[in-house]
């Protein structure tokens, strides 16, 4: 076991990364399958976490066909995946990470209602 590098604590740091590597943790999945586990984000940026997991070592890839299947690599994570296992069978990090989820969701959101501006008095001859 090696020791835990800067790449792997920032792979880490995403609360979308830990959330598919809790889901590859002990299965290994196909992208598609992580994707629809995650409804509320793109398959393109489910594929864009996957890439950082890979090149940090958190997780292997195997190809089947046209699927790619990936699976974690607890052993890459040292000490690091044993805290991250407690804190998935946590209640409270369950809550926290979906409160994270939702304020890291990209695309549109509601904006805050605006004032209106009041006319010009000028008009133009």
Known sequence: MGRVTAQVLAAVSSPRRQEILRLVWR?????????????????????LQLKVLLEAGLVE????????????????????????????????WKLTLAA???????????????????TSSRSTR
């Open 27 to 47: 299965d290994e999945l196909a992208a598609g399958e992580l994707s629809a586990a995650m409804p509320d984000v793109s398959f393109g940026a489910v594929s």
């Open 61 to 92: 890839r195997r190809v089947d066909g046209q699927r790619r299947l990936y699976r974690a690599r607890p052993e890459a994570l040292g000490a690091v995946g044993a805290a991250l296992e407690r804190m998935w069978d946590d209640a409270l």
């Open 100 to 118: 994270e989820l939702a304020e890291s969701r990209r695309g549109p959101r509601r904006r805050a209602r605006q004032t209106s501006r009041p």
